[in-house]
């Protein structure tokens, strides 16, 4: 996706950007060796983002959240990107309905429950929060990701191209992986 000199990135849609990032994503993993693939066992599914995986987008408020779970199930398209509102105090229905929805996957309700409460409490001066469970990742933004701002003076604009946003991303992740594996 190329835009336009002077396009505003707020008008991105957030299914596109959403998409636009899992492919940068990918890409990136993609030049991952095999040797370094092993410093995120036994998450190397989940932190790798392969086909298919449908992606399910929750913007919660006070904080604001945006938190992005990725699911891989092999029945569904590759993909699917369903985007919603949430609150804090609704998790339990938004829990049960992505379990019900994703009932192949067998994924533990308490489990699913850990990664989105951590969500809340991640400092506003994150730039984001990656965990993951078997067959989920969750990556949490403190801030709108298609907006220009960053919590750190020496970089303005860390975090408004998909691709930019999801190479860093992944490259802290794989770093910070192997710290803790040597």
Known sequence: MKLEKGYDQMQVRLTDWIFAFTHGFRYESN????????FLEPYVKEQTLPRPCQIEAIQFSRPYRLVLLFFFDKTKYD?????????WNTQSSIIERLTDKYSGLKINRKDLRTLIERCQYYQRNSIYAIDCIRNVCCLCFTRDPRQKGSPFPWNLSYITKPQETAEMIFDL???????YST
């Open 173 to 179: 992740n794989l770093s910070q992986a192997s710290m």
């Open 31 to 38: 030049k991952v060796q095999k040797e370094e693939l092993e």
């Open 79 to 87: 993909l699917i990107i369903d985007i919603q509102q949430g609150r």
